[in-house]
């Protein structure tokens, strides 16, 4: 037989996070007992004003397409949220509803990039963003976030990067996997490269909500003259323990809506009616339900984030932001001669613990290790005890 798949399939792999899940749900049906940290998912039941909502809506009978641009409440409630919220000037016009944010992602990068266009990328950084690219035959040109810059970007390098192909400049604040959140005074450094070079910035604020010690959240788009070009990118999965729902959304010119909904209406028609429904409650009568998981996600982290650096060899800065610790293992890599790919499959093999080698979201991960602590307070007890144990026992003459 021929070869049927296309070309441009070699260039991305599968999902290195979900190929350690499929590993630890092995290990769990042969019998072992395994501590996620590897997903991105948040563990609290979706609130129940949610649910409901979206039971009533089914039960009114709204179980038909909606527009494909997004019922049109939603749309008018998304723009109220970024308006009064965010202070991004936005109306429904600008707004398209998806299936979950990853396809307003796929579509919005589809709209933009021509094979040969270059887009920049932050390394470490949620692969959608490189695999995207690299389907479209475009170029992902990644800049470095570092540890010691507090993983905020480095607007020479980024100024240095870009040529005649750039399009655009992607930006995750609160970031997946650092935990990082991106200072007003970097976001308006950014803002005035981005107009001085004409390009664009995609600015994915997914885990805008979950945001530790009263710290702010700036939107790009707020910035003066951003507005026109910044796309957005935001969703229910975080911030409202929606994940399985798929709704997310992309905020742009309207111009640039038109265009991204023509491969929105050929790719999925429109997100699920019911679920559009029950978007509109969640951001119009929310009242403590996201306040209260994130009271409880900053316990989990204060715990780990002082129980991690107890232990020899392993260090992490406190997270601002999204529910991910980014542990530095480059001491216990070097005295073990272990990448950290190999360190995350020792610890899952040994310890039982799943947790992601930092170069699955990119190079710039090498001698990080990606923490989720979105699981329960015991367990993340359990889980860093049985990281001290197994990294106390890899060098015995580091204990403390
Ligand atoms: C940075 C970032 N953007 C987007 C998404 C996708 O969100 P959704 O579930 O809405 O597709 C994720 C999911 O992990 C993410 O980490």
Redesign the pocket.
Known sequence: MKTFISEKMSTIGLSGIRKVNEKALAMERAGKKVIHFEI?RPDFDTPDYIKKAAKESLDRGEVFYTSNLGDMGLREAIAWKLETQNHIPCKAENVLVSV????A?FDALMTVLDPGDEILVPDPV?M?YVNVPRVLGAVPVSYTLKEENGWQMDLKEICGKITDRTKALVL?TPN?PTGSTLSRKTLEGLAKIAMEKDILVFA?E??ERLIYDGAEHVSIASLPGMQERTFT?N????AYSM?GW???YVAAPAEFIKEINKLHQNAVTCAPSFVQKAGITALCDEKNEVTEMVEEYKRRRDYAVKAINEIPGLSCPIPGGAFYIFINCKEVCARTEMTSQELAEYLLEHAGIALVAGTVFGDSGEGYLRMSFANSYENIVEGCRKLRECVEKLNPSWKA
Do not use: A, H, P
Not at 100 to 103: D, K, R, V
Not at 235 to 238: D, L, Y
């Open positions: 991105g979950g944010l990853s396809e992602i949620w959608n995750v997946n994915d997914v885990y990118f969703g229910f999965s975080k994940t798929r709704l997310g």
